[in-house]
């Protein structure tokens, strides 16, 4: 079927897929029959209303899928949509592993892509956590109290930087993992260095 917000630009991109061939084909069919622009972003298909990102066609080693960007404001009374992690707080996906799967859920996805048009006509956004909500491992509170200059420099740290370093520091089961993931950032933050800044 011809639509006219296809954009063939994307043609050449299906026709190289070695894998999720056929289900990329039926997925940029169902995203382009509700109405959304093709376009290229992030290096995955993507289709949007009136320049907003509705929906993404993503591929992995064991399925592809259908990432809605504000998926987290979805109803999902099917329950079909995924979180990909626990840090991920906006975006859902819809999974599959064959065309029959995306077949059987064809009329569901149509009314999730319709579902994400009116949130966006709404204008309606995630309520992201901040930085404050995230909790701080008290191994780095017990730092924080012995080197008042750690945490000063800590706090004077941008949020997403400050959010960076919480996330990895609280994600080791054992107390000592958490301790010498602190230990060896300690220099960085007292240079006022992000996670992933580099120290030149």
Not at 44 to 69: M, Q, R, S
Not at 139 to 167: H, V
Request: charged share 30%; aromatic share 12%; hydrophobic share 40%.
């Amino acid at each position: 079927m011809a639509y006219a917000n296809r954009n063939p630009k994307m043609d050449s991109y299906f026709n190289k897929l070695k894998k999720w061939k056929e289900e990329f084909a039926l997925l940029r069919e169902i995203a382009l029959g509700c109405g959304l622009t093709e376009d290229f972003k992030w290096m995955h298909p993507c289709y949007t209303f009136e320049d907003k990102n509705i929906v993404l066609i993503h591929g992995f080693k064991n399925y592809c899928a259908l990432l809605f960007p504000k998926g987290a404001l979805l109803k999902d009374p099917h329950g079909i949509l995924v979180r990909q992690t626990e840090k991920v707080q906006a975006a859902r996906q819809v999974r599959f592993t064959n065309v029959s799967e995306i077949l059987n859920l064809r009329s569901i996805l149509e009314a999730y892509i319709r579902e994400a048009v009116e949130i966006e006509k709404a204008g309606l956004k995630v309520e992201m956590k901040k930085v404050e909500d995230y909790p701080i491992p008290k191994e780095l509170e017990k730092k924080f109290a012995e080197l008042p200059a750690l945490k000063a420099a800590f706090e004077a740290l941008t949020p997403g930087r400050r959010k960076a370093y919480l996330l990895y520091f609280s994600e080791p089961k054992q107390s000592k993992t958490r301790e010498s993931r602190i230990e060896k950032y300690i220099p960085r933050i007292l240079d006022g260095l992000g996670l992933y800044d580099r120290g030149d």
